[in-house]
């Protein structure tokens, strides 16, 4: 079983965009949005700018308006470049060049659940510490065989977000973590869902023609199989608080 930067968060859309696969090719990029960064490949799409990024044509000053919260550009573009930096790295494997529209329309949904979810933490007096922060860094730098938070960082860093914004979006997840919780209560899996789990990862390897190649003994994956449990079971729970909260929310998209 293999495994990439990996977020608890099981609201993926919320951290994908932030935390990037170290697998993903490529260099750093700015984020104050007036660039997509000076390494970036030269396999751009064709609507991409100069400086080998997404195109920031048209982006205004405010992309949405949650509940009468505003969400600024600011705030957009580095999640989009994210986003589309990672896209570009897949399209060097696939072929097909990164959709700017939909990566658009992704970071901009993602947003407005942020601040959806953020206005519910703060209705129910959740916050989160810059102590839960450390922590949470730490505890993905372990996850992914790095020895210290400012090595995840750097990680990151190198995929464009700058450290900043990487503690905002781990500040984002952990908050979800324990807004979910408020609502549901710890999560718990059982031994026999995390087995259904791993038998259906072994069989999964086994149809795409790589039953030979050695698999991990259940014992040696069990924590990593526990994280995909919960962060599965708390993006089921997160999805359902949001699709109540937009039902009675005031959103405006400008983009």
Do not use: H
């Amino acid at each position: 079983m293999t495994s990439t930067i990996r977020t608890r968060t099981a609201l993926a859309s919320l951290a994908a965009a932030a935390l990037l696969a170290l697998s993903a090719c490529g260099g750093g990029s700015g984020s104050d949005g007036s660039d997509a960064g000076d390494d970036a490949s030269s396999s751009a799409s064709p609507s991409a700018d100069a400086s080998g990024g997404p195109s920031l044509d048209g982006i205004p000053d405010v992309v949405a308006e949650v509940n009468g919260e505003e969400v600024t550009r600011d705030e957009f573009v580095p999640i989009y470049q994210a986003g589309f930096k990672a896209a570009e790295s897949q399209a060097q494997m696939t072929g097909e060049e990164p959709d700017e529209d939909a990566l658009r329309k992704q970071a901009l949904d993602d947003l407005v659940d942020t601040e959806l979810l953020s206005q519910e933490a703060d209705s129910r007096g959740i916050e989160v510490s810059d102590e839960d922060v450390d922590a949470e860094l730490t505890e993905l730098a372990e996850q992914n065989g790095m020895k210290t938070s400012d090595e995840l960082l750097e990680a990151v860093a190198a995929q464009g977000l700058d450290e900043e914004q990487a503690r905002d979006q781990v500040e984002t997840q952990v908050m979800v973590e324990q807004l979910v919780a408020d609502e549901n209560g710890p999560i718990e899996p059982t031994d026999k869902e995390l087995r259904a789990i791993y038998d259906q990862a072994k069989a999964q390897q086994a149809q795409s023609g790589q039953e030979g190649q050695d698999f991990p003994p259940f014992a040696e994956v069990r924590d990593q199989i526990v994280d995909q449990a919960v962060a599965e079971e708390t993006g089921k729970v997160a999805q359902a608080m949001l699709e109540k909260l937009k039902a009675d929310a005031d959103i405006t998209l400008n983009l």
